[in-house]
């Protein structure tokens, strides 16, 4: 749960910069397989173990996380690429001459 807690609070840095879109996308996807994990493991230990709606939790924050992590990256390369600075930038890059 903490790693998707920490995955949503990173996201709006993600809007800044892709560093914070890429940590928010790592640690979703480490939340929702350690939340798999700590629900499989609460399951398997049948009612001796507590935290299943944690574990549920972790999921799911993951989960929206790494989702409107990843929709922030697609819109900001759609942005960034569809502007001129990048093929300004492209057009500067020195060609070698034959």
């Given amino acids: 749960m903490v790693l998707g807690i920490i995955s949503l609070v990173v996201l709006p840095v993600g809007c800044c910069c892709v560093v914070g879109n890429v940590m928010s996308i790592a640690a979703g996807i ?8 700590a629900r499989n493991r609460v399951g398997a230990a049948s009612g001796s173990l507590g935290g299943g709606s944690r574990a549920t939790a972790g999921i799911v924050m993951g989960g929206v996380a790494t989702a409107l992590a990843v929709l ?19 057009n500067t890059i020195a060609s070698p001459s034959p």
């Fill in 30 to 37: 480490a939340a929702i397989v350690f939340g798999i994990t």
């Fill in 72 to 90: 922030l990256f697609v819109i900001s390369l759609a942005i960034g690429l569809g502007s001129g600075a990048f093929l300004n930038y492209l």
